[in-house]
């Protein structure tokens, strides 16, 4: 008896090891030799990918071009444009191309943030990586909220980890809340012993990149909670004192992302690549954009603009003239050969065309928009003026002259990063800044004369020039345009529309959210989003 239990146990052993053997060679046998895991992947490529993308999709008639040219940089008149495609201008529907942020982003900045997000989570190798990750997260869904209002959120880029196809839209509360949490822990979670990641393309060069991605992450909070200023005051001023002296201290902390010409569309600048392939002669700096400067003998005036047009042996232009005296700002809300004689420039404004006719315009000067220009993201100027409005508004975070002059002279200075051709120098920046002191007789007198000097250094980041004008409580003054046809009521814009395809790809949550937004407004330009209040 003892033999057959010995024989029955050995038989079930055999048996045991050979369907062991069978497993494992039907595993071997239906694993995909070529297949990518996620421990193969380095993310800190993937961080790269999300920096470039924070700066615009390079898609040929794209978001950069139909959305922060089209629309909102006509919005805040750092732009105007002769043509009716730059509906901005003249506050006309064209809901194509104001959602069109909305789609571009969702696929080309947000899918990759949350993949880094996802491939970091939880690996200690990755730990700084990691929160990198969820502060560039939180930049990308901040810019998006805040052209759009609520948007979806914490559902977003999960397809594939959660098989969530069609996102909900999250209340824009709720959102701000959760982004200020994140990057408050990410920047606080941030460690000199850790790794330093080497797909940085914004502080990787530096000596002290983590201490570098503390100072950005903070900039960063500040700019968050200041969008509070209108509708949760105590929430801003309590994370304004949170990030006094930790945000960034000089140009040399400034953000910003070199764009190089190589054979990955990516990397050029998309500004000029989506201006340049499209129509660079419909869009000129706007005459409220000049004339400011010009009234304020500002030195940045013949760096940022020039006349230019014609060719000369079939390169642009024939023509150039950057001196001050020559700039000319096109009038916002107008059109060359329209019907209308009360917009039409040839008829109503003929005396005061530039010789040159409509080429006589001022452009955006080629040291700024160039395929290899860089963008600045987030600098210590805009950081210095959002103290020195907390300190006029609240008291809190410093001296709202001393935040003032910082900002004054680091606005003027930053332009160096655009090369040698674009560089001021510190003595004139000095004198632009004795010229214009800061001079608050009342409180709405300092913080006017602050927000001005923002939207003066903001050009070429017009997403953000656009939120800080509503956040500020609409400064600079700007006259708005009331052209024939407009959607405004005469009135500058206030948020973008969604995107038609909304209706088609997510139609139950578009529905949702569009019956919320039809008791504050509905879907329109005209709708504030909830911090614009």
């Not at 005396?351 to 600098?379: E, M, V, W």
Request: glycine share 6%.
């Amino acid at each position: 008896m003892k033999f057959k239990n010995i024989y029955l146990i050995a038989t079930v052993a055999f048996i045991m090891v050979a369907a062991g053997s069978c497993k494992k060679e039907l595993a071997r046998v239906n694993t995909n030799p070529d297949q990518i895991t996620a421990d193969q992947v380095n993310p800190n490529l993937l961080l790269t990918t999300v920096q470039l993308q924070y700066t615009g999709a390079p898609t040929e008639g794209g978001s950069v071009w139909v959305t922060k040219w089209g629309a909102v940089g006509c919005f805040v008149q750092h732009v105007a444009s002769t043509g009716g495609f730059y509906y901005g201008d003249k506050y006309l529907n064209n809901i194509s191309a104001m959602g069109e942020t909305f789609q571009d982003n969702y696929t080309s900045a947000v899918q990759p943030a949350i993949e880094l997000y996802q491939l970091t989570a939880n690996k200690p190798q990755y730990r700084n990586l990691h929160q990198m990750a969820r502060i560039m997260k939180a930049m990308i869904f901040e810019q998006l909220t805040d052209l759009y209002g609520d948007i979806p959120y914490f559902q977003a880029g999960l397809g594939y980890y959660d098989r969530i196809y069609t996102p909900v839209y999250d209340n824009q509360k709720v959102i701000y809340d959760d982004l200020l949490k994140e990057v408050s822990q990410a920047t606080d979670s941030l460690s000199a012993t850790a790794d330093n990641p080497t797909g940085d393309i914004l502080y990787s060069q530096s000596s002290n990149q983590i201490g570098e991605w503390k100072m950005f992450g903070n900039s960063l909070l500040l700019r968050m909670a200041m969008r509070l200023t209108k509708i949760d005051a105590p929430t801003a001023q309590k994370y304004v004192a949170q990030v006094a002296g930790k945000t960034m201290q000089s140009n040399a902390d400034n953000a910003i992302i070199q764009h190089v010409l190589s054979a990955n569309s990516l990397t050029v600048n998309q500004d000029a690549a989506q201006i340049f392939s499209q129509d660079s002669t419909d869009v000129r700096l706007s005459s409220t954009f000049i004339s400011n400067m010009k009234k304020m003998n500002d030195p940045r005036l013949p760096v940022v603009a020039w006349v230019a047009y014609g060719l000369k042996n079939r390169v642009f232009p024939k023509f150039a003239d950057n001196k001050p005296k020559d700039q000319f700002g096109l009038p916002p809300g107008y059109i060359i050969g329209g019907l209308n004689p009360a917009i039409n420039l040839d008829s109503v404004a003929k005396d005061s065309l530039p010789k040159q006719g409509l080429g006589g315009y001022s452009r955006i000067s080629d040291n700024l928009l160039s395929i290899t220009a860089p963008s600045l993201i987030l600098t210590y100027a805009e950081t210095e003026f959002l103290l020195a409005d907390a300190a006029q508004r609240w008291g809190v975070g410093g001296v709202a002259a001393t935040h003032y002059n910082n900002g004054v002279l680091a606005a003027i200075t930053q332009l160096s990063a655009y090369g040698s051709a674009a560089t001021i120098s510190t003595e004139d920046a000095q004198a632009y800044l004795t010229a214009h002191p800061y001079k608050a007789p009342t409180p709405a007198a300092g913080l006017s004369q602050i927000n001005m000097q923002y939207w003066l250094c903001s050009l070429m980041d017009e997403y953000e020039a656009w939120a800080n004008w509503r956040r500020s409580g609409d400064l600079p003054f700007l006259t708005p345009t009331n052209y024939p046809g407009n959607v405004s009521q005469g009135t500058i814009p206030r948020r973008l529309t969604y995107p038609p395809s909304q209706k088609v790809t997510n139609l139950t949550n578009y529905n949702a959210e569009i019956a919320i937004l039809s008791l504050t407004g509905g879907d329109k330009i005209t709708t504030h989003v909830w911090w614009d209040k």
